[in-house]
């Protein structure tokens, strides 16, 4: 079992930064991948970013690509996404997501835990 607890959300300016936080407990944290996603109004969840168990291995959707920036400290359990250059478009619930199995895999169907999501509300 992964439990996963993501904070940092906020409303912001476009162009302006923020950073969210995914706390996990529960499996060994180094044992698995770490995957952002994202979920707009009306919109089917996207995925957003991956990190590999080690942290060795990063993987970008190319709309946030040069933008965002995924990283972990598995000392602390914790799973980071730094987001900058703020794009109204950007607005969304986000979510992070435990792979407890898979390579590489973008596919939210490839994930295994979720949590509960932070919104991030960007304006113009």
């Known amino acids: 079992q992964v439990q996963l607890v993501e904070s940092g959300g906020g409303l912001m300016q476009a162009g302006g930064s923020l950073r969210l936080s995914c706390a996990a407990s529960?499996?060994?944290?180094?044992?698995?991948?770490v995957g952002w996603f994202r979920q707009a109004p009306g919109k089917e969840r996207e995925f957003v970013a991956r990190?590999?168990?080690?942290?060795?291995?990063?993987y970008y959707a190319d709309s946030v690509k040069g933008r965002f920036t995924i990283s972990r400290d598995n000392a602390k359990n914790s799973v980071y996404l730094q987001l900058n250059s703020l794009k109204p478009e950007d607005t969304a619930v986000y979510y992070c997501?435990?792979?407890?199995?898979?390579?590489?895999?973008?596919?939210?169907?490839?994930?295994?835990?979720w949590g509960q999501g932070t919104q991030v509300t960007v304006s113009s």
């Open positions: 997501a435990a792979d407890l199995g898979s390579y590489g895999s973008r596919s939210s169907d490839d994930y295994n835990y």
């Open positions: 529960g499996r060994t944290f180094s044992s698995y991948a």
């Open positions: 990190i590999s168990r080690s942290g060795g291995r990063t």
